[in-house]
């Protein structure tokens, strides 16, 4: 173990709970090795406490236990072992649940306890009495084991509505036991705001316990929940990365601690951590397997992409026009989108992003916006293809087309027999370098034979070409009402093995479209690579 771990201030805690509620998520599954290495990248980014699951009820967590006390160097957070309080009419001794969590070695425990008496009485099938002693039992026991004991109160603002001293009466017994901390769960997630604050002002009011906030998210409300209950006294909050979590997930670590760092002025996590934000958050969703949410508070990739032109011509003069923070504060970027709701600046900007000048000439920027607008109205999109709108950029500021080659024609060719085989085949004509070429290739689509027979016939004169690979295709029909009058728009992501970048292409047919895409993809990837465009 390291020696000298780094550990938050104790006056408030951030505790993360991705690994065990997080995983209740439907369609997330995390090895052990999964854990673990989300596990390392909570504790790089700076929580305090890392709740790693069940032991004893789930054997995975029960071997993450066992492998992340020796093997995972905690520098900020420690490490928290999830169990219920002892079974109704069970010595706490005997527990076998409760023993599981001593054997998981984790310095802190926090125990699920029942706080609405009907809960108590349908899913325990116990007295209200005894519930309470299963609490105090529980917790005194383990804090005499030398545990730090946290206690979630599960379904607690429904309960405090059914009857309120009795919720009140689990968290004074919890205190009073010893749990540092005793967490208001709003585990069915249909709380709001302004009643959390009232519930948990409340309970601080009238049991003087350290109280915490673990917050579901069914009304939406997850994250204001939790601010809300941090603004009526709460010291302690539960989230989970990126929100996930039961049914439609939990509070969001990120906006909440972004939130408590950047709004409250409070220090959450340690020096530059914020910084790292966006990267962790994405680096979880890897790990997870879910693509990282685009319009995420703070760090989606959209969550500082401007696209209207007002908001662009503001934001030139100053991004704090329309920016609630500096997005480089949680390790975001801004980023301008081109569309036909671009004006002049979005035009400007953008081509600073991209690094053309367009030597503040209006009329320049003019014909690129009504361009825009134009392509835009056929079917064209430029906010999800920058590459073909930085062909279109440079191409005005030159005043003629960017080329590396010339279609003379092309074809694709299908042909299924009666046996269900098939064969396709595509040809394309071109001029590149004032040589006539023709290449013929196979593919097992159209668009694949297309892709290919460029290849064939580019390759021997720009041996670039080599590394460039089709990563992602998409296509969209547009009007598509009747049928084969709509407009096809096709959407191409290459890559060189380093980046990617994406183009569009918009047409009557599938394939007209995508050999457009294809064909800026390709010109673009050359003029990337550094490779002089020709007259051909
Ligand atoms: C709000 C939350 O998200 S809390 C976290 C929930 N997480 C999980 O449930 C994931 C892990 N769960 C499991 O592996 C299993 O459900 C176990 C091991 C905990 C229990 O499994 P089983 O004993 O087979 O029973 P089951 O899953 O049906 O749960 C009901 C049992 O838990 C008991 N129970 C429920 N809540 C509590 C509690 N807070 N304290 C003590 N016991 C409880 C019920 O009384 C019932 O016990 P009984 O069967 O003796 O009557
Ligand atoms: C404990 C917990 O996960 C809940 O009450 O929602």
Redesign the pocket.
């Known amino acids: 173990m390291n020696a000298t771990p780094e550990r938050p201030d104790d006056s408030f805690h951030v505790f993360d709970t991705t690994l ?2 997080g995983a ?1 998520r439907e369609g997330i599954n995390l090895s052990v090795a999964d854990k673990l290495t989300i596990a390392r990248q909570l504790d790089e980014f700076g929580v305090g406490f890392i709740e790693g699951g ?1 032991p ?3 054997p995975r967590d029960t071997e993450f236990f066992r492998r992340a006390v020796d093997e995972v160097d905690f520098r900020h957070a420690q490490l928290v072992a ?1 169990g ?5 009419g069970v010595a706490v001794e005997e527990d076998a ?1 409760v023993a599981a969590l001593l054997e998981a070695k984790a310095p802190v425990i926090c125990l ?3 706080s609405h008496d009907r ?1 108590v009485e349908l ?4 007295t209200l009495d005894e519930n309470l002693a ?1 609490v105090r039992d529980t917790v005194s026991y383990l804090s005499g084991q030398g545990r730090r004991v946290f206690v ?1 109160c ?1 379904h607690f603002f429904d309960g405090f509505k059914a009857n309120p001293d009795y919720a009140k009466s689990v968290v004074r017994t919890a205190a009073e036991a010893g749990a540092d901390v005793v967490v208001l ?1 709003d ?1 069915n997630g249909g709380m709001l705001p302004a009643g959390v604050h009232a519930v948990v002002s409340e309970v601080i009011a009238d049991t003087g316990a350290r109280i915490g906030m673990h917050a579901q998210d069914d009304t939406g409300c997850a994250v204001a929940n939790t601010l809300a209950a941090v603004d009526a006294g709460a010291t302690h909050v539960q989230c989970t990365a990126n929100g996930y979590g ?1 049914r439609v997930g939990n509070a969001n670590l990120f906006p909440v601690v972004a939130a408590l760092e950047l709004k409250y002025d409070r220090r959450v996590l340690p020096p530059g951590a914020l910084r790292e934000m966006t990267r962790i958050s994405h680096a979880i969703a890897e790990v997870v397997n879910l693509a990282p949410s685009t319009h995420q508070p703070y760090v989606g990739v959209s969550a500082f992409a401007h696209k209207a032109g007002l908001h662009a011509s503001a934001i030139k003069v100053d991004p704090d026009l329309y920016q609630h923070t500096d997005p480089e504060r949680v390790g975001n970027t801004m980023r301008m989108l081109v569309s036909d709701m671009a004006g002049r600046a979005s035009v400007e900007l953008k081509g600073k992003e991209l690094g053309v000048d367009l030597g503040g000439d209006r009329e320049l920027v003019g014909r690129v916006v009504e361009r825009i607008k134009q392509a835009e109205l056929r079917g064209y999109t430029y906010e999800a293809a920058d590459a073909s709108f930085e062909l279109l950029l440079r191409e005005e500021v030159a005043r003629r087309p960017l080329r590396y080659f010339r279609t003379e024609s092309w074809r694709a060719i299908t042909e299924y027999r009666p046996d269900g085989t098939h064969a396709i085949e595509a040809t394309v004509k071109l001029w590149a370098k004032g040589e006539r070429i023709i290449a013929t290739a196979e593919g097992n689509g159209p668009v694949n034979a297309l892709d290919r027979a460029l290849r064939v016939a580019l390759e021997r004169i720009h041996r670039e070409l080599a590394g460039f690979e089709l990563v992602d295709y998409k296509v969209r029909i547009l009007e598509g009402t009747h049928g084969s009058q709509s407009t096809t728009r096709v959407l191409v992501t290459t890559s060189d093995g380093r980046t990617e970048w994406s183009t569009v292409g918009v047409g009557d047919n599938i394939i007209a479209a995508s050999w457009q895409a294809l064909v800026d993809a390709y010109t673009f990837g050359l003029l990337r690579a550094g490779v002089a465009a020709d007259e051909a």
């Open positions: 065990r509620d209740q069940w004893g009820a789930v999830f219920s309080t002892r079974k109704a649940q699920v306890a029942k809960h899913a325990l099938r116990t299963m979630d599960e769960c585990t039961e």
